[in-house]
């Protein structure tokens, strides 16, 4: 079987661990989150970062930092992972699902137009497989209306807009290690932060409301409650694991790209035939090869293709169910305006294998039974 995703592992990453072991310091914002947060901000050139538990929890400190109060609005896709709602909804917010563009599966910026009221207080894009959203537009938006951006890029580490990496655009960023991720420590995440102003509330909410950082830099003298918080510090033993991966970057992201590439070439007939769709990407941004995707007819010609690829020992996936038409979905939030692609192309999107160790070979078959299945 080849499966759909297998974590990354560089080889070093267990010596790393045992030097945080040594160290004699396990919990968070010690030596490695440090070297971690330098990788980090040489990556993306956010203004600063801070690890977290996971991206689901640096989504919940962005909803803190913005202060979301009951009632408040927020716009995003209703295409994307039930954490970039729920950070959200768990503070009140109310959730304004609007629809995405067909070639990149990304929340279109028109619709969010539409979507905007006086109670509107963030627009939470979603870079979908790692290609951009049309930030500039975006940002103007947000400008215009007052309104705060924050970038889901839980898929985008490694990815560019118009030259910018992703991550440092919007005022806020996330980020996730989840082990499904390009960069991996099986569950982690991160928060940037790129509006200064944000910073000393993002540290305390990230130490459980406390001015504890400012404390461990030399700052205060002892550390106190000081605003609502939570435990949102990735540990030690994962920063050293994570360290290995971000150092490497590069070596990962080539050998996705690879694949990534001979998908797209191998399966370029097909599209020619009008039988797939592949991704599409806008010509002035570059993606990650976070996952590759092709989308057939409908639903039920996907189902089937994914059952002949099962059959034939390869593991494929759909990916989101529209939010809006989940059940907390449709408690939390509203779907605004039409919904001319968010739920038929969801239904025909299939991601194929990619992974970091991931072999020609491997590729090749997948091509070659994509192609059996359309003969
Ligand atoms: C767009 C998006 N946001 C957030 C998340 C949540 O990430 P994590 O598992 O690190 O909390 C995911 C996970 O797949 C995702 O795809």
Same mark, same amino acid.
């Given at each position: ?24 310091? =396990? ?23 801070? =690890? ?30 039930? #954490? ?14 609007? +629809? ?10 028109? $619709? ?14 979603? !870079? ?16 215009? !209306? ?29 980020? #996730? ?43 205060? +003298?002892?550390?106190?409650?000081? +605003? ?7 540990? $030690?033993? #994962?920063?050293?694991?994570? /360290? ?35 991704? #599409? ?5 570059? !993606? ?19 059952? !002949? ?16 038409? /989940? ?24 991601? =194929?294998? =990619? ?21």
């Amino acid at each position: 079987m080849i499966p759909f995703n297998k974590p990354a592992i560089i080889g070093e990453e267990l010596k790393m661990m045992e030097q945080a072991i040594n160290q004699d310091q =396990l919990s968070g914002n010690n030596k490695f989150t440090k070297n971690c947060v330098q990788l980090l901000k040489n990556l993306t050139n956010c203004k600063e970062a801070l =690890l977290t538990p996971s991206c689901t929890a640096a989504l919940e400190m962005c909803a803190l930092l913005i202060d979301v109060k009951d009632g408040d609005e927020i716009i995003m896709p209703s295409y994307t992972f039930v #954490s970039t709602a729920n950070a959200f909804a768990l503070r009140g917010a109310h959730i304004r699902y609007v +629809d995405i563009e067909a070639a990149t599966m990304n929340i279109s910026v028109s $619709e969010i137009e539409r979507a905007i009221t006086n109670k509107t207080k963030a627009i939470v894009v979603v !870079h979908y497989a790692g290609v951009a959203c049309d930030m500039d537009e975006i940002m103007a938006l947000a400008a215009t !209306h007052d309104l705060w951006v924050i970038e889901d890029a839980a898929q985008a580490l490694q990815s560019s807009y118009k030259v910018r990496p992703l991550g440092s655009i919007g005022h806020l960023a996330t980020l #996730s290690f989840h082990d499904t991720k390009n960069y991996q420590c099986g569950e982690g995440g991160a928060l940037l932060v790129n509006d200064p102003s944000l910073l000393e509330r993002a540290h305390i909410i990230q130490e459980k409301g406390t001015n504890r950082t400012a404390f461990r830099e030399g700052k205060i +003298d002892k550390y106190t409650w000081r +605003d609502l918080g939570s435990s949102y510090l990735l540990n $030690e033993l #994962s920063a050293a694991f994570l /360290s290995v991966q971000l150092k490497h970057a590069d070596k990962i992201y080539s050998n996705r790209m690879k694949a990534w590439e001979l998908y797209d070439k191998g399966l370029t007939e097909l599209e020619k035939k009008g039988r797939i769709e592949k991704p #599409s990407i806008p010509d002035a941004n570059t !993606h990650n090869a976070h996952l590759f995707f092709i989308k057939t007819r409908d639903k039920r010609e996907r189902e089937k293709l994914m059952d !002949h690829l099962q059959e034939n020992g390869v593991q494929a996936a759909s990916h989101y169910v529209p939010l809006h038409n /989940s059940v907390a979905g449709k408690k939390f939030g509203i779907f605004i305006g039409r919904d001319n692609y968010t739920t038929t192309e969801s239904e025909r999107l299939i991601r =194929l294998p =990619l992974f970091y160790q991931i072999r020609e070979k491997d590729v090749t078959y997948v091509i070659h039974q994509i192609y059996s299945f359309f003969k």
